[in-house]
Every structure is written in C-alpha cells, then in structure tokens.
C-alpha cells in the first residue's frame, strides 16, 4: 500500500525561541564532523519520488509547496529549527538520499525555505552590539560550510531572512542506489573520515553504512531534537565517551528500543 503524505500545517516565517537546540551540541565533549541527513520520512514527512507531481509552487513565504494536484510539502516541524541549530554550532550537514526523483528533490529542497531565527531581546545590561554579534564559524576542508552563508559579513547576524533549505547543506547525494555509495561520495567531497560521521535515516537496512564505519542511528517518522541528542551519544559511546546518571538510562533504552 502506497503510503500518502498528511497534508503539513503551514510553518511559521519566524521561528520562535526556543530553538530546539540539542543538549549535545553544547555540554562541550566531542561532536561528530559531519552530520548527515536522509531525506523522505527522515525530514519531510513523504516520498519525493511517489507523492510529489512537479511542477512545484511555493506558498506562505517558501515554507511549503504544492504540486500539480494541490498536494501540500513542507518539513517536519522539527527540521527547520535543528538546521538553524547545527549551523550555530558550527557542525556541516550533508544529504543522503536514494531518491529515484533526485531531481525533483532538489528543486523541492530550493523551493523550501527555512525561517529565520526570531530576534532576541537584549538583556538590560548587553554588552555592545559588536559583542552580540555572532562571528563566522571556522572553516576547513572537512567542515566547510554552504557558501550562501559564508557571503555575509563577519558583523551580521545569522540568518537574518529566511533562507533556502539547500544552502543549510555542505555536501549532496542524491541518487538511487545502495547508501555506502552515498557516504563514499560524501566522504571523499568532504575529507571527513567515515568514523566522524553520523547518518540518521528511517530505514534500517541501510545500517550496512556501517560496514565503512559510519555511526547510523534509526529514526522514525522524522528527524528531532531528542533523536538527534541519541544519535550523538551513540556515536560518542563508539569512542567511549560516556553518559552519566539518567542521561545514560534514557539513551540505553532507546538503543534496545530501535536496535
């Protein structure tokens, strides 16, 4: 049975705080070089190769399209937010994808965009402006960042339109096929080694990803905060970092739950 897309609730142009930041990304022990994403029922909510119908039309300010029969796209809800949260932390992201409509994929991927951060009100003792303004985040082969964010000035501050979903992503691959092929080819556009990667993905066959030493975590139903925390601590477990107290009850559990 041929599984359709739920019609989305179209997304705010603003994201409100919070910002669902992953409480990995910044208790300051070891991340991953390269995040890395799969794409249907992982961050949208169908499969771009059975239920969209080009041609696409953005609607409500790019944060959702409709297709020739009026069928609604859009992100998880989740999605738009760990984007923001993954660049502000300085952490590359990269799409995996075994799409038979790569194609298509892509142009719904420029056709979504992502909305920008709602601005911060400023304590009544902020330092000056320059001090709250948030620096470029280093670049290197194996953690460059999309170009469309690295064409602004040392002084902006992030995000300040929204932004396509695409250019949140340092690295693309997009075709059919099994995914070790996908990671060799992010692996060597990248420079990252195959032990800094992490792969969320909602199907567990393509585990095998971990034959090259990819860290794989299953989700499902779609990417968020909490999957992502998991993700990151089973990485960190494979390099013996480990979790402390309840943290590290919550997240055997979810291991013995998905594995």
Known sequence: MVKRAPTP???????????????TFTDSLPLPKLLIFDLDYTL??????????PPLKPKDNHTRAVDRLSESFAFYPSVPPLLHACFLASIPLALASRTEAP???L?????????APAPRTPAPASPSPSTLSLPLPPSSPATSLPPAFLRRSPSSTFAAAPKRALDFFAHTAIF???KRAHMAKLQKASGVAYGEMLFFDDEGRNRNVEALGV?????????????????????????GV????????S???EGERWG
């Open 176 to 178: 059919p096929g099994d």
């Open 242 to 249: 480990k979790a402390a107290g309840s943290e590290a009850s």
């Open 215 to 239: 860290c794989f975590w299953l989700v499902r139903d779609g990417v968020t905060r909490e999957e992502v925390d998991r993700g990151v601590w089973e990485w960190r477990r494979r390099r």
């Open 251 to 253: 997240i055997r559990g």
């Open 107 to 115: 142009t719904l991927l420029k056709t979504l965009h992502i909305p």
């Open 103 to 105: 194609d298509l994929a």
């Open 9 to 23: 609730h179209p997304l705010p142009t603003v994201l409100d705080p919070p910002f669902s930041t992953p409480s």
């Open 44 to 53: 949208w909510p169908f499969w771009v190769d059975t239920n969209v119908t």
